[in-house]
């Protein structure tokens, strides 16, 4: 314990459990045949998302030690989470959800396999993890595909080429992939999918289809009864939050005598605390007892955004939005994942007569190795009482010492007493609102360091030059901190040949997954209040670019326009400011503050602007002359970003240079120099 008030907060937690404990009868519970030959359904993993909103992209930021012991966390095998699958988002240059991630074609003729984070991350996965599986699927696309249509041959081909250098450079071998995320069902498209892989030498390649939500996600695969074509296309059905409307009984059978698994390719626990992990225990056993899901993997891995964006915490396994300091830390749910994880592997197989619901309360599965070992997960949530199960144990499987781990409200992941069953047979009483991996292999740990060091807020003053990347390719052509919200902004040669700069790089927007504001992308630190932010600026005539302050919010998931105040500059020299509200849903631009215009601007050249935000008093300059002032107070703090925008809404291209946030009035500090241990992920 840490400190004094640790000891009573934990003195107070066992006082409350003898109090309980009073309270709490013991129920004897069914007995549950453990048969090894019974057969069952191949169970394909449990795991999470990375992606559906830019999820991760600070994580890649992380010194060493630190970005190891997160992936070590994640997917180390017998460790921390240890997940069995991981899907991640093929980025599509568009918004969807946190942010946006950069695409591997930009254009039809542009091809690369550097860009981004995620292709970094499969490979970290599958280092620690040989096993696991990689799933992936697309939210948005860029608008060039099928001439601004998703379901086409574009699409079908822009896969297979993301497929295919996941192969040639990273020497990975994806195991499935879905359509499209939660846009809806197109039968022709998955058929031109599935005919495009094979003749790419990609027919070990698994299609899921169509992970959409709601009550009607199921309704198109009657047709697979009928149509041959689309029931060669399809391996897999596959839909979200299970746990919310759970997969009918006409399309278990269906799938069943199809022959084709069912998945849960996202789902959703929005809790806190124990809370969270007990529920996600619940919600994987029921997904396979009610749904018959063989896979879920949740929504999301890993907190690696601002505070300041949506979601910022509770779905996540942890959190790790600090690169700059290191700190990190893991959420309760973490052992959730640990409790299926470093207890089973994809590839076993679901006992039938062996899964289902505990008469007082709670639910539990059973699952066997190819050999004889064999693991039972148990939940509790609803249970109010102690119930005494007993497993007799047959088929073939291990009679040997059985290990228990078990996890509550005040201790998550400890080891209990082994059991060693008795002529095939073992009892054990679960507590209420408890969970239990039982199982005969070893080798569990409840993983963690020792040396996490602690959170700080983001360097301030700040100064970013963007000449610390003299391999842009290295580190996935995005610079240390930024988050793009929508839009991609990637490190660039400067056209004058005078070092590096930011650029801009989707010029006609894209097919995003959610409605879109303009590109822009954030950093820095939400308590920021009164200061300066500047930029130098390159733009052409159809453009123009401008910066951000005190941004408190990027949108709700589902929009992603900032709430802030913002200034821009037209190459005529109008200079405008802005506040933007994120509930302003008709009013694109924002509400105008304040303008001005300068002189001696024009496009494709360098300018310097600059907001100051003082109390409720704001001022803009160009290229150090005040053009604007305003008064304001609707946001007294938040952090910093770059904007770029288009006339014609055509063209959002722009170049951005020296980012720099400093006090009042203050001396331009030193350019930021970044730790030796900050190591590019290519």
Known sequence: MNSKKDFFKYLHQVQCCLFLSLFVTTINGQTINIDGAAGGKRFDGIGAVSGGGATSVLLKDYPEPQRDQVLDLLFKPNFGASISALLVEVPGDGNSTQGSEPSHMHSKNDLNYSRGYEWWIMREARKRNPSIILDANAWSCPAWIGNNNFWSQDMCDYYTNWIKGLKSVYSLDLDAIGCRNEKGVNEDFVKKFRTTLNKN?????????????????????????????????????????????????????????????IWNSEEHIYLKGYDCELSMVESFNKNFIESGATMVVNWFLVASTYCIEPFPEDPAIMVARE?????????????????????????????NGACGKFPEGGTYVTLKSQGKDFSIIAETKDSKNNQKITFKISGGLSSGKLCVWRSNAQEQFVKLQD?????????????PQSIYSISTTTGQKKGSFASVPASRPFPYPYYETFENYKDSKAWGYLPHYTADIAGVFEIAERPDNKGKCLRQVVEAGSQSWAPEWMPYTILGDRNWKDYEVSADVNFNNEGWAGILGRIIATGTGYGCKPSGYYMNLLADGTCSLYISKQDEKNNEMGTLLASGKTSNIAANQWQSLMLRFSGSAIAGFVNNIQ???????????????????????????????NLMIKPLHSKTPAPAVFSGKVHPMY
């Not at 300091?325 to 409790?339: D, K, P, Q, S, T």
């Open 419 to 431: 059991i060693t069953p008795v002529k095939g047979t073992f009892e054990i009483t679960l507590e």
């Open 627 to 657: 053009v604007l002032t305003a008064t304001d107070p609707t946001f007294s703090e938040g952090m910093v970003g770059l904007v770029a925008g288009s006339i014609n809404k055509k063209y959002n291209s722009a170049l951005f240079d």
């Open 201 to 261: 030498g990609l027919s070990k390649v698994k299609i899921h289809a169509f992970d959409n939500w709601g009550k009607d996600k199921f309704e198109w695969c009657k047709d697979m009864k009928t149509d041959s074509v689309l029931r060669a296309s399809v391996d897999i059905i596959s839909a979200h939050t299970m746990s919310e409307i759970p997969t009918s009984a006409e399309i278990i059978k269906l799938s069943e005598e199809l022959g084709k698994p």
């Open 323 to 351: 690169p700059w300091g290191g700190n990190y830390y893991i959420r309760e749910v973490l052992w959730a994942y640990a409790h299926y994880g470093q207890f089973t592997k994809a590839g076993w197989q679901y006992l």
